[in-house]
């Protein structure tokens, strides 16, 4: 080998070294759960039982990498109470022993969610309105996970700006009215004396003609909420990003999470994922843009101290509810012709073979650089 070229080689490969501060290199966190504890933050991320009962590689970077889980499942009412009164814990008791071994946190995930309603419920709802249904739900859930679970997302998306009132049109609203948000805080704290209890939302992450409004409704429904007293101490934003919506002001970003933290609420990063939109992309070029979006809302996020933790929906593009759709391959007319596939959405931390991504790099960057957090340590 010529020399020059030998030292060239050398020279480069020095420059991708860590650099030495006056204490020596600081090793990279070894998770990003390590990483986000470094900043007093919790990294966590969202899972079926089925899947980590199935993939023992998927379920060994779950517990490698995640200081929470979060049932994806599991624990909805649906899920749980399918024939009124037959209560099925099987698959949700499964979970907890599952992270009470590894040493991961569960989180609550979801007490009162329109999606997730059990048929029998949904007629039952359509009768005289009777909130003893939602209490005996609770009544027969929240203390069964006492231990287990200290952070509740006891209402999920209730959100809809084009209502007068800012609120979903959902079957809880049309059996209980607008009020039926404060009585399932009420409710919940009941039975959920300590435990830490939230609101959790999507379409609150632009500054875009979509999301202003829901962010505005967001707003005017936890001042309501404060103003009756009703116990809330966090709220969580969902964070389904999207390529497709264009830019992500993190101006905006910024002055809405200080309008939440104004509030004396904690605010959590609950679902975070990326939906791609140029498949036809060399991958390299693909995951780029997925980090880079990622790392922008993050830095922005992470900024606000009130901000306690981050959670993926799902860690690995393996298992996504994010999928590439027949409407996404219509818009590249003559790609893949040669045979190949665009694969998964790679929105995600790792791919689909469990190999971290740079979005993963551009997670563990923007906890490295996040400032210190003043919201209890009590909430991690
Ligand atoms: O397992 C059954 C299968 O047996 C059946 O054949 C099939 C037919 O539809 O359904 C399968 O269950 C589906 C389940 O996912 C597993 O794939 C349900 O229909 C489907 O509704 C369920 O979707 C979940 C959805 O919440 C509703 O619970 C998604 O996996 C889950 O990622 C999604 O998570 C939500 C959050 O809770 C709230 N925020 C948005 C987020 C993404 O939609």
Not at 44 to 53: E, K
Not at 173 to 192: I, Q, W
Not at 330 to 359: E, Y
Request: overall charge neutral; aromatic content about 8%.
């Amino acid at each position: 080998m010529p020399p020059d070229l030998n030292r060239r080689r050398v020279l480069a490969a020095m420059a991708a070294l860590p650099v030495d501060g006056p204490g020596g290199a600081e090793p990279a966190p070894a998770s990003l759960r390590a990483a986000a504890r470094l900043s007093g933050r919790w990294y966590g991320g969202a899972a079926r039982l089925d899947h980590l009962q199935g993939d023992a590689d998927f379920r060994a970077a779950l517990v490698r990498e995640c200081g929470v889980l979060t049932p994806e499942l599991e624990l909805k009412w649906a899920a749980l109470e399918p024939r009124r009164g037959e209560l099925d814990f099987r698959r949700m008791d499964a979970l907890i022993d599952f992270a009470r071994q590894a040493g991961v946190a569960v989180h609550g995930h979801t007490l009162v969610w329109h999606r997730s309603i059990p048929d029998w419920a949904q007629a039952a709802m359509q009768g005289p309105a009777d909130w003893r249904l939602i209490e005996r739900y609770f009544a027969s859930v929240i203390p069964r996970y006492g231990e287990a679970i200290t952070r509740w997302d006891v209402v999920n998306e209730p959100i809809d700006p084009a209502a007068a009132d800012g609120l979903r049109d959902s079957a809880y609203k049309r059996a209980f009215g607008p009020d039926y948000v404060r009585r399932a805080l009420e409710t919940a704290r009941v039975f959920a004396p300590n435990a830490k209890l939230m609101i959790n939302e999507y379409g609150l992450e632009y500054d875009d003609a979509e999301d202003r409004p829901r962010r505005a409704a967001f707003l005017r429904l936890l001042d309501r909420l404060q103003a009756k007293g009703a116990p809330l101490d966090g709220v969580g934003l969902q964070s389904h990003l999207n390529l497709g919506k264009g830019r992500l002001s993190q101006t905006s970003l910024r002055a809405f999470l200080h309008e939440l933290a104004a509030r004396g609420l904690f605010v959590s990063v609950s679902e975070l994922d990326v939906k791609e939109l140029d498949y036809a992309s060399p991958v390299e070029r693909r995951d780029a843009a997925v980090a880079a979006l990622a790392q922008a809302y993050l830095d922005a996020a992470l900024d606000e101290p009130r901000m306690v933790g981050v959670t993926t929906w799902g860690l690995s593009d393996r298992y996504s509810w994010l999928e590439v759709t027949p409407a996404d391959l219509r818009r590249f007319p003559g790609a893949w012709r040669d045979g190949s596939t665009p694969g998964v959405n790679r929105g995600l931390p790792l791919d689909a073979a469990l190999q971290r991504k740079p979005m993963y790099q551009a997670m563990l960057a923007a906890f490295a650089a996040a400032p210190g957090k003043t919201a209890g340590s009590s909430i991690i």
